[in-house]
């Protein structure tokens, strides 16, 4: 039986499961297991000094045991736990930490920001769709975070990661999340994203240098599109136009919480803060210059276990 690796990824809006072996013929990865279980750990992200509460710590913990268990059934060789910006942020980390791994006597690796967008332009280069593609330009938005990366030949050239997270800037700029969207609150979301981006130095040149996507504001995007096309997510192309996404964003922006939750393929636990993450995207295609942008699924799991079961050297 090939090495196999079980990742937990204890992102801030959820908590996913890869389970996959190496491919050495295509020096990819092969998933053999996913699951993701939508657990929000992420509520007061923006105070300044974020904390998580106990419930998001008994929640989390809770679920990251009930993926460890389906992993056993794989039985893979390898563990890691894996956490991003909001257990990174809280002060009482350590808390989480400790529960985890009274639980299951696993330790939670919480990752810089530097190393997550590492990661994540590590999985994106296992995409088959994307192998091919020598040199883009990667956009990861979270929950607490937004990932910029820029990869050339399988090699990380520049990784930022900016505190844009879709529910680190509703908790800011959203007073009622029960409502619609203000012009004002959108304006005020859009020109604070631009200036972070634009004082992050980070380049989206050259102009034709391809952007690829991933996070759940992606997916869930691009499942709600496909299913206005009457089609499955699996027969939709990866190709999102800024049209499309500017079209979705003011169809939410403008419902309320109870319209939304009747959108088709928008998950009723995203759909507080899937409007300011959408605002997001339109802001950084704006800044970009970029009439489209490609998506993958192939995100920080895939990175954390390429970076075990894989060698990326040329």
């Known amino acids: 039986?090939?090495?196999?690796?079980?990742?937990?990824?204890?992102?801030?809006?959820?908590?996913?499961?890869?389970?996959?072996?190496?491919?050495?013929?295509?020096?990819?990865?092969?998933?053999?297991?996913?699951?993701?279980?939508?657990?929000?750990?992420?509520?007061?992200?923006?105070?300044?000094?974020?904390?998580?509460?106990?419930?998001?710590?008994?929640?989390?913990?809770?679920?990251?045991?009930?993926?460890?268990?389906?992993?056993?059934?794989?039985?893979?060789?390898?563990?890691?736990?894996?956490?991003?910006?909001?257990?990174?942020?809280?002060?009482?980390?350590?808390?989480?930490?400790?529960?985890?791994?009274?639980?299951?006597?696993?330790?939670?690796?919480?990752?810089?920001?530097?190393e997550e967008a590492t990661y994540i332009g590590q999985g994106v280069s296992c995409d088959p769709a994307i192998r091919n593609i020598k040199r883009f330009i990667l956009i990861d938005i979270g929950g607490g975070s937004l990932e910029l990366i820029r990869s050339e030949d399988r090699s990380i050239k520049e990784a930022i990661s900016l505190p844009l997270g879709a529910v680190r800037l509703t908790e800011r700029f959203v007073k009622d999340k029960t409502s619609a969207l203000t012009l004002k609150t959108e304006s005020a979301l859009r020109e604070y994203v631009i200036n972070q981006i634009k004082k992050s130095g980070f380049d989206f040149y050259p102009i034709d240098l391809p952007l690829i996507a991933t996070g759940g504001a992606f997916s869930i995007s691009r499942a709600v599109l496909a299913e206005q096309e009457g089609k499955a997510l699996a027969e939709s192309l990866p190709q999102l136009e800024r049209g499309d996404l500017n079209t979705l964003k003011q169809k939410l922006t403008t419902s309320t919480l109870q319209e939304r939750l009747s959108i088709p393929k928008l998950p009723s636990k995203r759909a507080d803060i899937l409007p300011v993450a959408l605002i997001t995207i339109s802001a950084l295609l704006e800044y970009a210059g970029r009439e489209h942008i490609t998506h993958s699924f192939y995100n920080l799991r895939y990175g954390i276990a390429a970076d075990l079961l894989l060698s990326y050297k040329k």
């Open 1 to 114: 039986m090939p090495d196999t690796v079980a990742v937990i990824d204890v992102g801030s809006n959820s908590i996913k499961l890869l389970v996959a072996c190496a491919d050495e013929s295509s020096r990819s990865i092969s998933t053999l297991y996913s699951k993701t279980i939508e657990t929000r750990i992420s509520t007061g992200i923006n105070h300044n000094m974020p904390t998580l509460t106990k419930a998001a710590i008994i929640d989390g913990t809770a679920t990251i045991l009930e993926l460890y268990r389906l992993s056993l059934e794989h039985k893979p060789n390898k563990f890691i736990v894996v956490a991003t910006s909001a257990v990174r942020d809280a002060k009482n980390s350590v808390d989480f930490q400790k529960a985890v791994t009274e639980a299951t006597d696993l330790r939670m690796r919480v990752l810089s920001g530097t």
